[in-house]
């Protein structure tokens, strides 16, 4: 059980020369960060790891587009895998609950083109978006505002 969401609209950009230190900063996460793990009646939490994401998958990916694949956001270009020799610049996300995503995209918000976005809607109708600007990634909710018709 999880909270669904789904892209409603995205602007993204990861140019060619920056995808090695993003596949890096992945790498870099350290699993017990994560909101997924196993629970003892006595002991509590006795192993963590992010949700809906396969830990060994994305330490062992050897392109960004892998790693970004084993976290449930594939790249795909003209209907097929990405490759892994161009600038990625849309991102598809194949999951149906939010997990541990700002982790993902905390982490390789230095690599991202300033000014890019992914809009979310979730089951509830909430709207929110994952900026990045200046090196970060921002998670800003959304206000829908009607105008009176004149």
């Not at 892209?7 to 140019?15: A, C, D, P, T």
């Not at 920056?18 to 350290?30: G, M, Q, R, V």
């Not at 963590?48 to 990916?61: C, G, K, L, R, Y």
């Not at 509830?124 to 206000?143: H, I, P, S, Y």
Request: one cysteine or more; proline letters at 3%; aromatic letters at 14%.
């Amino acid at each position: 059980m999880g909270y669904h969401m789904h892209v409603e609209g995205i602007k993204f950009l990861i140019k060619k020369k920056n995808k090695k230190k993003a596949l890096e900063a992945i790498k870099s996460l350290n699993s017990d960060n994560g909101s997924g793990g196993r629970w003892e009646p006595e002991s509590g939490k006795t192993k963590s790891w992010f949700s809906w994401v396969d830990t060994e998958e994305f330490m062992s990916a050897e392109t960004l587009e892998a790693a970004l694949e084993a976290w449930r956001w594939p790249v795909y270009f003209e209907g097929e895998l990405c490759d892994g020799v161009t600038d990625i610049t849309d991102l598809t996300f194949e999951g149906e609950n939010l997990g541990d995503d700002v982790h993902l995209f905390s982490a390789i918000a230095p690599y991202v083109e300033d000014g890019s976005y992914i809009r979310m809607r979730g089951e509830d109708n909430e709207v929110w978006r994952w900026l990045f600007k200046d090196g970060e990634c921002l998670e800003q909710g959304a206000t829908i505002t009607f105008e009176w018709p004149e």
